[in-house]
């Protein structure tokens, strides 16, 4: 057998080696990269040292200590990576520390590092400048080795392996099939030049941005497959960097199912074992979360033997809406689901040991990783550890890639320049052709600057240099075409300069984003590609016809006209109103067509939200008032309990609902929860101290539900049943809600209401009657009370501003009149729904709108155009929004 070797650079070149090896039926052929030749020259089972052998003996040789300038930065999370990527340097630059060790107390420091790195090595793992020593000890053994040695496509050679390579020269023979862009004047061996094989055109094209030039690097791409001009395994696309196109691709070569393989692999985070990395990750460093746990046992359940018996029910009775932050909030709000399960499961005795330990957070991350992934993933997690401490877990998990499982001889390539420069291809396409990129600048190490170590000798191929000889190669052996493309904007919106590199005397094409291309290359292309198929599709013309609508100064289907007597409006306006309801109903149909009819609901921006929005925190107060009242009544009774009383009640309520509500609910961190209970309660003892009851016998309730359907009458001790129904005067609207604060005197013949603001008094609030439609809750109060209340009590509705200075009661001036209005005014706005008129109103145009999101992305300008058109229709209904 004739044995020989060859010498490749990068993973595209070895694997495309060994592919054309296999298809020719070579035998006695190795092929190798230079630390793989000098492992195999060796023997003994030794290898070049790796991140996974370097990280961890060099965070030991940092812990180790005995440092002057390294001690300030040896604990920072980045150290360890730094000096890695140093030493790489130095052993690649065939430097001895221990010789430069007395120019400068940081070269000594390096070098100390240097020789502990070394002690603690795996046996047979070795530094690249002690592999080539230990290669070049078994030089005489090439012949039987390793054979004939021939480098392909190497366009530099670091001058670590020169020596090894001089002393080959002598026992094998040995060549460089060199591009010719690099010094050789000092090999040993036979020099074979190879240049062009065939002049190629090079094309320049300009796009708007990064993901325009993914775009026309894949029309370009199958439009050489489909045409038959080329095959997959002849084209190739690259960059210097591929961080910027690398989620582009991902996206549209699945969109396009097309045969692209990523030569330096795919990011792990698109895969499902990187994605529960990433959901262990998320818990161990943002603490506790429901909606984390949940997603890290929905990764975890049935992959991992901690979770084997987990039930898929597991959290049947925990409130959605409860954030469950401390271990003490997850072992209550357990033991009350479970409590309230009624099929006997009970996941406490193996929710809880996980929970206690994800509660350690970064400290417990390996044993987490053991417990709660699958194999695959345990994989991954080992090796993010291993790059990074955990508390920057999330940076070492983005920095992870995996395999695509693409075959390269198979497919187009999408790599960065250095792995096409040892593989290349006949038809390329260069991406990112600006000045920032090609060729990318040359920083100084930061461990070793220039003024410590001229860069000419730690950095002898700087990777200007790399670019500049990656661009000249590629472009040489691009037989049959080159393609140079360049953004003229950055992600950011940055403007970008074109690359020295493209020739000057270069035609450009400027590619439009909205361009219509002439090959397309996914179904959604084709239709951009295509306007005639595209106008055919139902759902591209629904969307054509919308943007169209949402520019004509008139009513149409988009705006919120429908049919009449829709019958999901009908419905919605049949089911029992609240305040919030009628609102919407007065104030925005269209929003109550979204939120009743559809059953549109915002989704909560924050798990954990710092502060609470304006609704919660009224429903926070408005809980104290209600456990306040509750437990001073009936004894001593709240219009007969002193202000210490009063005082006590509150505190024991505010105890209770801070550790009730986060059960229930997301609440802020529990030092700013603190200090809202404070405020909260705050308020609160205003509103239960800020006037005299009405007369002695006086009873008080809060929160007093009215007209819930299905609350039952077993409540006891309420002035009516919950579930009694509720309807507005001169319609047939039913009603529901709870009453702030309902006092009625001992002989029930006179009852004051109380709707508690927590907001600062508004200018004219003596004159606020319905409040254009948006303060409907003491007029609701009144319609409630009058009509449950036997007797036909007198009644007193009051809003009441707790934010303000000194809070003062604003009484409803003619309550009967005011129901009367209401009335009138949900008559014509049911009409107005009824007829099909569900339009925006005046809360559509809030900042704070809910369903913003589901109107145009300029909302002013779309109000602008369309505000005359809107006033037309609603006709006299609009009047509501111009009386107090």
């Not at 400068?104 to 090595?121: F, G, K, P, Q």
């Not at 401490?389 to 920095?399: R, V």
């Not at 009851?693 to 809060?702: A, E, V």
Request: aromatic share 6%.
């Amino acid at each position: 057998m004739n044995r020989r070797s060859i010498v490749v650079e990068g993973p595209l070149a070895l694997r495309t080696a060994r592919i054309t090896a296999a298809q020719r039926a070579e035998s006695g052929l190795q092929i190798f990269t230079f630390p793989l030749l000098a492992a195999r020259l060796a023997g003994g089972f030794r290898r070049a040292a790796g991140s996974q052998d370097l990280d961890p003996v060099i965070r030991a040789a940092l812990e180790a200590g005995g440092f002057a300038e390294l001690d300030r930065i040896r604990q920072l999370p980045g150290t360890a990576r730094s000096i890695a990527r140093t030493l790489a340097k130095v052993w690649q630059a065939d430097l001895d520390l221990e010789g430069l060790a007395s120019h400068s107390t940081r070269l000594a420091e390096l070098a100390e590092i240097e020789r502990r790195v070394r002690a603690n090595l795996p046996a047979g793992v070795l530094t690249l400048r002690d592999l080539r020593d230990a290669a070049l000890a078994r030089a005489s053994h090439a012949p039987a080795t390793l054979g004939s040695i021939a480098i392909d496509q190497l366009s530099a050679i670091a001058p670590v392996w020169r020596p090894l390579l001089a002393m080959l020269a002598t026992t094998v023979p040995l060549a460089w099939r060199n591009p010719g862009t690099s010094h050789a004047n000092w090999f040993p061996g036979r020099l074979i030049a190879c240049g062009r094989e065939m002049a190629a055109d090079i094309s320049v094209v300009s796009c708007a941005n990064p993901r325009a030039e993914a775009v026309e690097a894949l029309r370009w791409m199958r439009e050489l497959i489909a045409s038959g001009r080329a095959r997959p395994d002849e084209i190739a696309i690259c960059a210097t960097a591929t961080e910027d196109w690398d989620e582009h691709f991902l996206v549209l070569v699945a969109d396009g199912d097309l045969p692209l393989h990523f030569s330096h692999g795919v990011p792990v985070l698109a895969s499902r074992e990187g994605q529960a990395c990433a959901a262990l990750a998320d818990v161990l460093l943002n603490g506790l979360g429901q909606d984390r746990i949940r997603r890290l046992f929905g990764h975890a359940a049935g992959r991992c033997r901690a979770l084997a018996d987990l039930p898929a029910s597991w959290s049947l009775g925990l409130r959605p809406g409860a954030a469950l932050f401390e271990i003490d909030q997850w072992q209550r709000a357990l033991d009350e689901a479970t409590g309230r399960r009624a099929d006997g499961v009970d996941p406490r005795s193996i929710v809880m040991p996980m929970l206690e330990l994800l509660a350690h957070g970064p400290d417990a991350a390996a044993q987490a990783g053991a417990m709660l992934l699958g194999t695959a993933a345990r994989a991954l997690w080992a090796e993010a550890l291993r790059r990074a401490p955990a508390e920057g877990l999330e940076f070492s998990l983005q920095d992870l890639r995996l395999p695509d499982g693409r075959d390269p001889g198979a497919s187009a390539v999408w790599c960065p320049a250095s792995h096409l420069a040892g593989a290349p291809r006949p038809w390329v396409r260069l991406l990112g052709m600006t000045s920032r990129s090609w060729p990318r600048r040359t920083a100084e190490d930061p461990l070793i600057p220039a003024h410590i170590l001229p860069r000419s000798m730690l950095d002898p191929d700087p990777v200007t240099e790399q670019d500049r000889r990656a661009f000249s190669v590629i472009t040489n052996q691009a037989a049959r075409g080159c393609v140079l493309s360049r953004s003229r904007r950055n992600s950011q919106g940055g403007q970008l300069s074109a690359s020295p590199l493209i020739p000057q005397n270069a035609s450009l094409q400027i590619l439009k984003r909205a361009r219509i291309p002439q090959h397309a290359f996914s179904e959604a292309d084709r239709l951009l590609a295509r306007p005639d198929e595209a106008a055919a599709s139902p759902a591209l013309a629904a969307a054509n016809l919308c943007w169209r609508n949402w520019r004509r100064p008139v009513v149409t289907a988009h705006d919120g006209k429908v049919r009449a007597d829709h019958p999901q409006i009908a419905r919605a306006i049949g089911e029992v109103q609240s305040a919030t309801s009628l609102r919407l109903m007065l104030r925005d149909p269209l929003a109550f067509v979204w939120r009743y009819a559809l059953g549109w609901r915002a989704v909560p921006e924050d798990d954990q939200p710092l502060t609470l929005d304006a609704r919660a925190y009224g429903e926070l107060v408005h809980d104290l008032l209600k456990r306040t009242v509750d437990a001073l009544e009936p004894v001593p009774g709240y219009a007969r309990a002193s202000p210490e009383e009063i005082e006590v009640a509150l505190a024991a309520s505010t105890e209770t609902i801070r550790s009730r509500w986060p059960l229930e609910r997301s609440t802020p961190p529990a030092l700013l929860w603190k200090h809202t209970l404070v405020a909260a309660a705050q308020l609160a003892l205003k509103a239960l101290t800020l006037d005299e009851t009405f007369q002695p016998g006086t009873r008080s309730w809060t929160e007093l539900a009215f007209g819930h359907v299905g609350d039952g009458g077993s409540m006891h001790d309420l002035p009516w049943l919950p579930d009694t129904q509720v309807t507005i005067p001169g319609t047939e609207v039913r009603i529901q809600g709870s009453i702030d604060r309902l006092d009625l005197t001992g002989d029930r013949r006179g009852v004051r209401l109380s709707d508690y603001k927590t907001g600062a008094e508004p200018r004219r609030a003596e004159e606020i009657v319905l409040g254009r439609g948006a303060e409907l809750q003491r007029v609701i109060y009144a319609i409630a009370a009058g009509q449950l209340l036997p007797d036909n009590p007198r009644v007193i509705a009051r809003l009441v501003f707790l934010g303000s200075e000194e809070p003062k009661p604003y009484r409803l001036p003619n309550v009967d009149q005011a129901v009367a209005e209401l009335g009138e005014h949900v008559t014509a706005a049911i009409t107005l729904l009824r007829n099909g008129n569900a339009l925006p109103g005046p809360d559509a145009q809030e900042e704070h709108n809910d369903f913003r999101i589901a109107l145009p992305a300029s909302p002013a300008t779309y109000f602008q155009l369309k505000n005359g058109a809107f006033i037309r229709a609603f006709g006299e209904f609009a009047r509501i929004w111009g009386c107090r």
